[in-house]
């Protein structure tokens, strides 16, 4: 099957939230219990139990306040950093690109928690388990759209072919840009392609995304060998410098260290 | 307190893990060097590492979501999760380890007529066995420890390759320290004592110019992450505990003590365990202060 993409256009959300409940209830989650961050933000941070949520944010142009809203999931990246480390074979990639997390198999260590470069996973003490976006993969199985996308009241949400995504978001961005909005595209290539991809209209720090993300395992071969060359290292000073036998020592034993035929 | 995914459990399991393995094959090594004149030192190895591994390991049962379902670990082996290598290391060095301390066990007075211990008495053969590869399956665990908070996206953990060696490093040297504080506290071969303490020294020293270039190269690519150990909530910790006693004081302690005390090398190697559960501790927490 080709690979599916979802399409969030920030220009035309609202901050409505309604994506954010649609989630919860078509996946049977918990509320979360929350306090006043000074902000309409809510809740604080995606977690176990909140795996979509409209992200907000203020910035200053030219004296006057810009209030932006982006919202935040699993972004189904192709190098998937929590399959990657997940020890548990609970974290999979399916043929449409989707990353789909098996509570079932989930034993709770909270490693893809960690490694997730943009914070879309998190830790639910309600099962023990992690939990994410999964893009609402059984509904797509049976001929639906996730439940975000069919909630999105001005359809800033869609989903779709990834080629015809990249195309309706290219065509965005043109149409924005002619109309004087620094507009641009998230998610075409980082990771090796994104399956949700974004049109910003600003850069995407503005909008809390990191610029150059990074996959929790690029450093992990660098990582052993650093450690095993001083493994070697270790072997040589301190071991075998202070506890070799010195007994059988070439020299203190005449002629072990040299060849007879010389 | 910040909010963490991996709690202060993880960081006493690093620890013990490190001390535990390290305190194997320091014994295994110094015993191969040195030709078996410190069976000793191999024996102790033995009888540190192998509980405090189990016990590590059990910590880390705890610690999951769901403890019940860990069998679930047992049914992968992958490459690219740390986590995964962890399991089979640890389930691997707790087999070797397990069956080299039986057959020192063996020979304690009190398994004269254990009709079960007695199966492993006298078999030299399965001892180095065993010891050899509990060494080198002790040697990838230390350095997993560090690998596996590499592998994630924390900066202060994933922005350096010289974790997984910062940890294999201080492992060993808080494995010596273990020894020498055993045979200290048993007031046994104080010349063995001195032997340890001079190569701990050494690994110290090692130790400090690990985490000097690690540093250095963070604070460079993320001042952010590196600021939190070198001078924002965790730098008291880390100066005075980590660097201060941990490091700095044990070698001082070492070279100044008189070559005939146990007061000294056993107050040195306390130094440098508290140091070493520090490290890991400062580690683990401020590597999750920005997520």
Known sequence: MAELAKYIDVTKCTGCRGCQVACKQWNGLPAVHTEFSGSYENPPKMGGDTWTKVRFFETEDNGKVRFLFRKAQCMHCTEASCAAVCAAGAITKDDKGMVVLDQNKCVGCKNCVLACPFGAVGFSAETGTSGKCRMCVDRIDNGMEPACVTTCPPGAVQIGEREEILKLAKGRVDFLKSNGVNAQIYGENELGGLHVIYVLDDKPEVYGLPVNPQAATANLFGSWVSALVGAGVLLVAPFWLIFKDSGKDVSETPDTGVSKNA | ?291
């Open chain 2, 1 to 291: 307190m910040h909010e963490v995914n991996w709690p202060i459990i993880l960081a006493i399991y690093l620890f013990l893990a490190g001390v535990g393995v390290a305190a194997f094959y320091t014994g295994i090594l110094t015993n191969l060097f040195g030709s078996g004149k410190y069976r000793k030192l191999a024996k102790y190895g033995s009888y540190i590492g192998v509980p405090l591994i189990i016990i590590g390991a059990l910590l880390l049962l705890f610690d999951l979501g769901r403890p019940l379902s860990f069998w679930h670990f047992l049914l992968v082996f992958k490459l690219s999760s740390t986590m995964s290598v962890g399991v089979w290391l640890l389930s691997a060095f707790i087999i070797c380890g397990g069956l080299n301390m039986l057959t020192w066990l063996a020979e304690e007075d009190f398994a004269r007529n254990n009709s079960l211990l007695g199966v492993f008495k006298g078999k030299e053969g399965l001892r180095s066995l065993t010891g050899y590869l509990g060494l080198i399956f002790g040697i990838l665990t230390a350095t997993y420890t560090g690998v596996l908070l590499a592998s994630t996206s924390a900066a202060l953990w994933s922005s350096t390759q010289f974790l997984g060696l910062l940890f294999l490093v201080s492992a060993t040297s808080t494995g010596m320290a273990a020894l020498m504080l055993v045979l200290a506290w048993r007031k046994e071969d104080i010349g063995i004592i001195h032997k340890l303490a001079k190569a701990d020294m050494i690994v110290v020293l090692f130790e400090i110019i690990v985490l000097a270039l690690m540093f250095y190269a963070l604070s460079a690519t993320v001042p952010a992450a590196a600021s939190v150990v070198l001078s924002g909530a965790y730098a008291v910790w880390f100066w005075v505990g980590i660097i201060g006693c941990g490091l700095v004081l044990p070698v001082i302690i070492d070279v100044a003590a008189s070559k005939k005390a146990f007061g000294a090398p056993m107050l040195a190697s306390i130094l440098v365990l508290v140091g070493g559960f520090l490290l890991r501790y400062v580690m683990l927490y401020a590597g999750q202060a920005h997520l």
